[in-house]
């Protein structure tokens, strides 16, 4: 499994994103191939929300997780 690659801000954002086009989608009358395609892409965003790990930025080499923290506590302990 990859490590977390998604901050905190990014989760939230990810998250409701997935919520909107999800509620948004299954409000349609009939689901059409347009209507799948944003409801797997919401799927997509929900499941990155709540795992906070987005393979397309780990294939990218891209993380948004703040390192201060790990940083600050590595000086600390000599």
């Known amino acids: 499994m990859i490590e977390r690659n998604i901050g905190n801000a ?3 954002t990810r ?3 997935g919520l909107v086009f999800g509620g948004w989608a299954l409000s349609q009358p009939a689901l059409n191939g347009g ?4 409801v797997a892409v919401s799927i997509g965003l929900l499941l990155n ?3 906070s790990r987005c393979y397309l930025w780990y294939l990218l080499d891209v993380s948004t997780v703040d390192k201060r923290g790990a940083v600050a506590s590595e000086r600390a302990c000599p």
Not at 35 to 38: A, M, S
């Open 10 to 12: 990014e989760r939230i």
């Open 49 to 51: 929300g709540i795992f």
């Open 35 to 38: 209507e799948w395609v944003v």
């Open 15 to 17: 998250f409701l994103l």
